[in-house]
């Protein structure tokens, strides 16, 4: 069965919105083998409607030159959305998932390949953590309060407990935590 990762990056205070504000000053090579090693593990992109929106609007125009924009634009993408049509998704291989979400997910994970990557699309995570369809939490927490802006998790979300896997420090201060789902025993 495919796992179906999230990646974020955070601030210190749990902004994940706009991290093209804050988050290239704490980039480096060590953040970059990381994300690429979950790049590595991964044959499809899921995305929910506004970060699909954002990214088309990008990606698409940019060079193919280096890895993670080859792999961005050549990779499957699962578009999870009820407001757009098939017709709307004009980046290649881009795929609506509408409709019983949790179902076409759920036969999603149980098709053959490597995990199933997501990378930003916040109210996505937390409606598939919530729907007990997310495998593995991955978060990049910059040290920076961001002030204002989206919080991952939304004020009254259900508590869901995590196990910890896997951390790792970046000398820009960065920590990458890695997390597991575990069922909700509250």
Known sequence: MRKLTAALFMSLDGVVESPDKWHFPYFNDEMGAAIGAAMTESDALMMGRVNYQDWSAYWPAQSNDDEFTNFINNTPKFIVSTTLNQDELTWNNSTLINGDIVAEITKLKQQPGKH?????????IESLLHNGLLDELHLMIHPIVVGRGKRLFTDG???QPLKLVNSQIFSTGVVYLIYQTTPNEA
Request: zero cysteines.
């Open 116 to 124: 199933i990557a997501i990378s930003g699309s916040g109210t996505l």
């Open 157 to 159: 979300v259900d508590q």
